[in-house]
């Protein structure tokens, strides 16, 4: 009975994402979201612990990006160049899931209990590249507030890529808003 | 019935506080807080609307003189400042109240729940600061990024004081934090 279907899980997430923006998420179940994706409901729980990490399920993939990117820097890099290597390496992750990030985006700005959870997700992912600053060496607080200002930047730049119709580069986002916030800071 | 109490309100906020050390916020009651202040439980009710309350009845007070620090500063006051003159006015509520707050954020530390609560109360402070830049004329991202500075800056300072058993001055803590991510972000 478990025959392989070809980008289940795929097909499960935009499945997910058009009943939660369609019905709402507090009102829709895993058997419709199966079932709209034509598949079974243990197929959906072969990939997603419950419907809410359909929408939060990238947060251990981010973070082990976020991490190793910084493990990778040679080591006299300036901790804000650290965490700028870390926000670049995500950018594969969304540049090419445009539409279902917009989705997604627009479910958590819909749905009070998801923007908690959101704002967790940030926060352990900041934890995260502060932890991984400190193993370079990188005292506190520097360490926690060049994760802290990575994570301001990253959020500013997705932001204004995922509310936009048009796909523009998330790369050139990023970098923007870093140095929109190196002159605010500099108070130019 | 309702004869009035001396600082009925200080009296529950502590009794809570001590209740939610010993035994947990979650295993703390209503009617043990009034009990242990020698209130009623109809007074708790008076001042707080749950016991969840006790932790973050402050916001709205924050918000109002966040907000109202920022329009007192002149026009020509660059928008990082006028984030730091929101700051530092911010200060009087907590310097005297230094052994309060470590409770508090013992508890907040100790109740996963809670933290997801004090996220969004700081992301609910970013987002009045940033209104309040706008209503100046600071477009955005300008205004967004500089109160996620500012409550960056405010976090780590704050933290570190409400982390040391001695009393430092809040306001020096602020203003080093302040220098040291202008440091970061000038990459010195």
Redesign the interface.
């Known amino acids: 009975m478990s025959r392989w279907e070809p980008d289940a899980r795929g097909r499960l997430e935009q499945a997910a994402l058009d009943l939660y923006q369609e019905r709402g998420f507090e009102q829709t179940t895993v058997t419709e979201i199966a079932e709209r994706a034509g598949l079974t409901e243990r197929t959906f729980f072969r990939y997603f612990a419950d419907k809410r990490e359909v929408l939060f399920g990238d947060q251990d993939m981010l973070r082990t990006i976020f991490v190793s990117a910084i493990e990778a820097v040679s080591a006299s890099t300036?901790?804000?160049?650290a965490v700028a290597a870390a926000l670049e390496a995500v950018v594969p992750v969304f540049q090419e899931r445009h539409k279902l990030v917009q989705q997604r985006q627009a479910v958590i700005a819909a749905t009070p209990g998801l923007?908690?959870?959101e704002?967790?997700k940030?926060?352990l992912l900041t934890s995260a590249m502060a932890e991984a600053l400190r193993r370079r060496g990188v005292t506190d607080?520097?360490a926690?507030?060049?994760a802290?200002?990575g994570v301001?930047v990253f959020?500013?730049a997705f932001d204004?890529w995922a509310s936009e119709p048009n796909t523009q580069d998330l790369s050139r986002l990023i970098r923007a808003?870093l140095d929109?916030?190196?002159?605010?800071?500099?108070?130019t």
Chains 1, 2 share one sequence.
């Open positions: 300036a901790p804000l160049d923007q908690e959870r704002l967790l940030g926060a607080p520097a926690s507030l060049a802290e200002v301001i959020k500013t204004r808003s929109q916030l190196k002159g605010i800071v500099a108070g």
